[in-house]
């Protein structure tokens, strides 16, 4: 069991500029989510899903945001025209469908919009 | 709306001491669950413990213990004999349909 594994770690870009995240979970884990931690606060939901279905988006995530997980198993996350408030720490998350409810994290990948 | 929230920014302790952070929580939900997570300085998020709120027991993981006191929605987290290991940042949460719901953090000094 590798745990939740995310990609890149950190990107800097300008403003403006189209950014992809990735989001491999757990093997088996049916459901994924993300989430956004600005400095110094807790991880705000953004979206999750049961295998390839985008089940809830947050109001967090606007029109600039869409988030995919094709055959249901990594995820990508994409911020398109990318602003200097997109700064923050993306998160993943994952877990089975059974009743267990801990959801098991990834590393992050840490945001920098110049 | 769930809230959750910690009252205390920051905290420090002495190595080998008892520490207790503080959450309280807000739902309308019957059944839910708490939790305490761990974020260490530039580490992933892992879940230090879970209580189910249908469970009247407080949940033990070794040296960690919540004091979950429903009719306040209260749920406080005591760490008994502090390690350096310790110092990370704790976040308190509840879960609501199948999102967690964060509170703000309260970062954990160790003195050694």
């Known amino acids: 069991d590798t745990g939740v594994s995310q990609d890149p770690r950190h990107k800097i870009t300008k403003r403006g500029q189209n950014v992809t995240f990735r989001c491999d979970p757990i093997?088996?884990?049916?459901?994924l989510y993300w989430y956004r931690q600005t400095l110094g606060q807790g991880p705000e939901f953004l979206t999750y899903?049961?295998?390839?279905?985008?089940?809830?988006k947050s109001r967090l995530l606007s029109d600039r945001f869409s988030a995919e997980r094709p055959k249901g198993s990594f995820s990508t996350l994409e911020i398109q025209r990318t602003e200097q408030g997109d700064s923050a720490m993306y998160l993943c998350?994952?877990?089975?469908?059974?009743?267990?409810?801990?959801?098991?994290f990834g590393p992050g990948t840490r945001l920098l919009v110049l | 709306a769930q809230t959750v929230t910690q009252s205390q920014p920051e905290m420090s302790v002495q190595e080998a001491e008892t520490v207790t952070l503080s959450c309280t929580y807000d739902?309308?939900?019957?059944?839910?669950?708490l939790f305490w997570y761990k974020q260490p300085p530039s580490r992933q998020m892992i879940l230090v413990i879970r209580?189910?709120?249908?469970?009247?027991q407080n949940a033990t993981e070794n040296r960690f213990s919540v004091n979950f006191q429903k009719a306040a929605k209260s749920f406080s987290l005591k760490i008994s004999d502090s390690q350096l290991g310790d110092a990370a940042m704790y976040f308190c949460?509840?879960?609501?349909?199948?999102?967690?719901?964060f509170g703000k953090g309260t970062r954990l000094h160790i003195l050694p």
């Open positions: 998350a994952s877990r089975p469908t059974s009743r267990q409810e801990t959801q098991y």
């Open positions: 093997s088996e884990h049916n459901r």
């Open positions: 899903f049961q295998n390839e279905a985008q089940l809830e």
């Open positions: 739902t309308s939900e019957s059944d839910y669950y």
């Open positions: 209580q189910e709120a249908y469970k009247q």
């Open positions: 949460a509840s879960k609501r349909d199948d999102k967690i719901i």
